[in-house]
Protein backbone atom coordinates (compact mmCIF):
# COMPACT_ATOMS: atom_id res chain seq x y z
CA UNK A 1 0.00 0.00 0.00
CA UNK A 2 3.09 2.48 -0.22
CA UNK A 3 3.07 4.04 -3.10
CA UNK A 4 5.14 6.83 -4.87
CA UNK A 5 4.16 10.02 -6.55
CA UNK A 6 7.19 11.72 -8.85
CA UNK A 7 7.19 15.18 -9.73
CA UNK A 8 9.56 17.69 -11.71
CA UNK A 9 9.64 16.92 -15.37
CA UNK A 10 8.72 18.79 -18.20
CA UNK A 11 9.71 20.30 -21.27
CA UNK A 12 13.70 21.31 -21.24
CA UNK A 13 16.10 23.08 -23.83
CA UNK A 14 19.64 20.86 -24.46
CA UNK A 15 22.09 22.05 -21.88
CA UNK A 16 19.43 22.67 -19.10
CA UNK A 17 18.54 21.59 -15.92
CA UNK A 18 15.68 19.79 -13.71
CA UNK A 19 15.28 18.33 -10.61
CA UNK A 20 12.67 15.41 -10.42
CA UNK A 21 11.13 14.45 -6.89
CA UNK A 22 9.51 11.14 -5.58
CA UNK A 23 7.69 10.90 -2.49
CA UNK A 24 6.41 8.57 -0.78
CA UNK A 25 2.46 8.25 0.50
CA UNK A 26 3.79 7.06 4.19
CA UNK A 27 7.37 6.64 5.62
CA UNK A 28 8.97 4.08 4.86
CA UNK A 29 11.09 2.32 7.16
CA UNK A 30 13.66 -0.17 7.16
CA UNK A 31 15.03 1.62 3.87
CA UNK A 32 17.44 -0.37 2.07
CA UNK A 33 17.57 1.53 -1.32
CA UNK A 34 16.30 4.28 -3.98
CA UNK A 35 16.61 4.95 -7.29
CA UNK A 36 15.78 6.37 -11.15
CA UNK A 37 14.72 4.71 -14.16
CA UNK A 38 13.78 5.81 -17.27
CA UNK A 39 12.55 4.51 -20.73
CA UNK A 40 12.19 6.69 -23.49
CA UNK A 41 10.45 5.74 -26.72
CA UNK A 42 11.48 3.00 -28.44
CA UNK A 43 14.25 2.28 -25.97
CA UNK A 44 14.66 -0.58 -23.11
CA UNK A 45 14.04 0.85 -19.62
CA UNK A 46 17.61 1.85 -18.47
CA UNK A 47 18.50 2.13 -14.70
CA UNK A 48 20.26 5.87 -14.32
CA UNK A 49 20.96 6.14 -10.68
CA UNK A 50 21.08 4.33 -6.79
CA UNK A 51 21.24 5.47 -4.08
CA UNK A 52 21.81 3.47 -0.53
CA UNK A 53 20.79 3.43 3.33
CA UNK A 54 24.33 4.49 3.81
CA UNK A 55 24.48 6.92 1.23
CA UNK A 56 26.60 5.48 -1.61
CA UNK A 57 25.18 6.34 -4.90
CA UNK A 58 25.58 4.51 -8.40
CA UNK A 59 24.93 6.46 -11.88
CA UNK A 60 24.89 4.90 -15.38
CA UNK A 61 27.69 5.48 -17.64
CA UNK A 62 25.17 7.79 -19.81
CA UNK A 63 24.76 10.01 -16.91
CA UNK A 64 27.61 9.75 -15.40
CA UNK A 65 28.87 13.47 -14.47
CA UNK A 66 25.61 15.08 -15.07
CA UNK A 67 23.34 13.37 -12.74
CA UNK A 68 23.05 13.43 -9.33
CA UNK A 69 20.65 11.31 -6.66
CA UNK A 70 19.76 12.91 -3.06
CA UNK A 71 18.09 11.54 -0.22
CA UNK A 72 16.32 13.42 2.14
CA UNK A 73 15.15 11.51 5.19
CA UNK A 74 13.59 14.01 7.01
CA UNK A 75 10.76 14.74 4.10
CA UNK A 76 10.83 10.85 3.27
CA UNK A 77 12.01 12.12 -0.42
CA UNK A 78 14.34 11.07 -2.88
CA UNK A 79 15.91 13.96 -5.89
CA UNK A 80 17.28 13.16 -9.14
CA UNK A 81 19.42 16.26 -10.38
CA UNK A 82 19.59 16.28 -13.97
CA UNK A 83 22.04 18.62 -15.41
CA UNK A 84 23.26 19.00 -18.64
CA UNK A 85 20.44 17.89 -20.12
CA UNK A 86 20.67 16.33 -24.02
CA UNK A 87 18.79 15.31 -26.86
CA UNK A 88 19.35 11.50 -25.66
CA UNK A 89 17.83 12.25 -21.81
CA UNK A 90 14.16 12.46 -23.10
CA UNK A 91 12.28 9.95 -21.26
CA UNK A 92 9.82 8.82 -18.73
CA UNK A 93 11.43 8.40 -15.12
CA UNK A 94 10.46 6.67 -12.36
CA UNK A 95 11.28 6.16 -8.66
CA UNK A 96 12.03 3.10 -6.86
CA UNK A 97 11.95 2.51 -3.32
CA UNK A 98 13.44 -0.89 -1.56
CA UNK A 99 12.94 -1.45 2.50
CA UNK A 100 12.83 -4.48 4.29
CA UNK A 101 10.31 -5.26 6.82
CA UNK A 102 9.64 -8.08 9.03
CA UNK A 103 8.42 -10.53 5.83
CA UNK A 104 11.35 -9.49 3.38
CA UNK A 105 12.59 -7.30 0.85
CA UNK A 106 9.74 -5.25 -0.65
CA UNK A 107 9.99 -3.33 -3.85
CA UNK A 108 7.73 -0.25 -4.61
CA UNK A 109 7.99 1.97 -8.52
CA UNK A 110 6.31 5.12 -9.07
CA UNK A 111 4.27 5.87 -12.52
CA UNK A 112 6.49 8.49 -13.78
CA UNK A 113 7.41 11.80 -14.27
CA UNK A 114 8.30 12.98 -18.09
CA UNK A 115 10.95 14.72 -19.55
CA UNK A 116 11.36 16.21 -23.15
CA UNK A 117 14.39 17.59 -24.58
CA UNK A 118 14.37 19.02 -28.21
CA UNK A 119 16.75 18.09 -30.70
Known amino acids: QVQLVESGGGLVQPGGSLRLSCAASTSIYSFYSGGWSRRGPGKPRELVATITDTGSASYADSVKGRFTISRDNGKNMVYLQLDSLQPEDPALYSC?????????????WGQGTPVTVPS
Open 96 to 108: TYQFVPPSGLQTV
